[in-house]
């Protein structure tokens, strides 16, 4: 039973975050909503929900969902409920779409397990094959993920102050090709690690990423080499700086030029020095 309430507390506590990132600023209260969550809400969730009266002629009372994600993450707070492992417990399950039936294994994410994130790397999907597909660990691909590694060290940034994960949750056999509904589906992943993690800088790498998070209809060319705003709160902006995908610069090399021009915005974004 004590599960139950935990899991209730984690899931309610995950949606109020994530509204509050999309904008949403009221909750109509009602009757019917308050007498299911009534019976074992605790005493901070009540605040939640707000009675609207029995009158029906009453409009029910607004709630704020930032007063409501308060109220909620003090709860869920006391009770350590939420972190980046609830979110990739949450991934490891998740059969939101079909491309659970094609998962060969989660790609929730990795890093921001030591201290502040100083830089978010989020990728398109990951497609994996044959050996690759026992390597669990892969995040953009084998080789992908070594240029990578090369493009951090490039920068002078620390692996450990990045957290990197892609937007669409599932590695998928390269067979399977996502479609804009899947994104749909899977975006709000993405969107409840940004608001947790709260990175001093985004780098979107591949242009479905950046389209969808931005939520841009021009080419990935159009809209790579410059900063463009992500909002997670009234006073909260995150720059996120998309790029090119490392597939995309092993199939096309000479577009590395384009994108080292990318990693120096990013560098000086940061603050960082250039590698020798
Ligand atoms: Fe869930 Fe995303 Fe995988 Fe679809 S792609 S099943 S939304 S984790």
């Known amino acids: 039973m004590e599960l139950d309430r935990k899991q209730f507390l984690k899931a309610v506590r995950s949606l109020l975050s994530y509204h509050v990132t999309l904008g949403i600023e009221d909750y109509p209260g009602n009757e019917a909503l308050e007498r299911f969550l009534q019976p074992r809400m605790p005493e901070a969730l009540k605040e939640v929900v707000k009675r609207a009266g029995p009158d029906p002629e009453r409009r029910p009372e607004p709630v704020s969902a930032a007063a409501a994600a308060t109220s909620s993450k003090k709860a869920a707070d006391e009770m350590s409920l939420l972190n980046i492992e609830d979110i990739h ?56 993920d070594l240029m990578l590694s090369r493009m951090l060290k490039a920068i002078s940034l620390s692996i450990e102050k990045v957290y990197i994960t892609n937007i669409i949750k ?107």
């Open 170 to 276: 599932c590695a998928i056999p390269r067979t399977v090709q996502p479609q804009a509904a899947h994104v749909d589906s899977c975006i709000s992943f993405i969107r409840r690690q940004i608001a947790l993690l709260e990175p001093e800088v985004i780098c979107t790498m591949g242009p479905v990423t950046a389209r969808a998070l931005l939520e841009k209809k021009q080419p990935l060319s159009s809209i790579r080499g410059k900063f463009h705003d992500y909002r997670i709160s009234d006073n909260r902006v995150i720059p996120v700086l998309p790029t090119y995908h490392p597939s995309f610069l092993l199939q096309n090399p000479e577009m590395k030029k384009a994108t080292w021009l990318d990693l120096q915005l990013l560098a000086k974004k940061l603050g960082l020095p250039l590698a020798a």
């Open 89 to 144: 417990a949450e991934v490891a399950s998740c059969a939101a779409c079909d491309l659970h039936k094609h998962r060969i294994y989660p790609v929730a994410g990795r890093g921001g397990k030591n201290g502040p994130v100083r830089l978010m790397v989020i990728g398109d999907w990951l497609t994996t094959m044959g050996q690759e597909s026992l390597q669990p660990d892969l995040l953009l691909g084998r080789e992908q």
